[in-house]
């Protein structure tokens, strides 16, 4: 099992991105595909069309969002915590992924760089 954890600095409002992550309808418009998600606690979510699936673990508005993702055959649960920290004229995102099984890593960190929070970046720099 391997840890990620990375800061992303996007030019945005912190509402804005907590918005970008917690509401299914923004996240249907950055991402292009249906999202099922909501801020209750022990709800579930799906990602991608369903390649991202998980549980809702905990939600402080504009802060935190706490998830655990779903991986076949894991025992241990595998963690996501994304933190909000404004600044001045950006928010810088970050990001801690535990417990990701070492052949999905690969997969997992170009997914968080790329295609979650680069395509967030994208989204909110390029209005």
């Given at each position: 099992m391997k840890d990620y954890k990375k800061y992303f600095k996007i030019e945005a409002e912190v509402e804005d991105i907590y918005t970008a992550l917690t509401n299914p309808i923004t996240i249907e418009l950055?991402?292009?595909y249906p999202a099922v998600m909501?801020?209750?606690?022990?709800s579930e979510f799906s990602l991608w069309d369903g390649?991202?699936?998980g549980k809702n673990?905990?939600?402080i508005p504009n802060k935190l969002?706490?998830?655990?993702w779903d991986?076949?055959?894991q025992t241990e649960p595998s963690i996501v915590t994304i933190k909000l920290h404004p600044d001045k004229n950006f928010v810088s995102v970050e990001v801690r992924h535990t417990n990701i099984p070492d052949e999905a890593f690969e997969n997992i960190v170009q997914g968080w760089e790329e295609f979650y929070m680069g395509t967030i970046r994208e989204f909110y720099e390029n209005e």
């Open positions: 950055w991402s292009g909501s801020t209750e606690p022990d390649d991202i699936t673990l905990e939600f969002i706490k998830q655990a991986f076949d055959e």
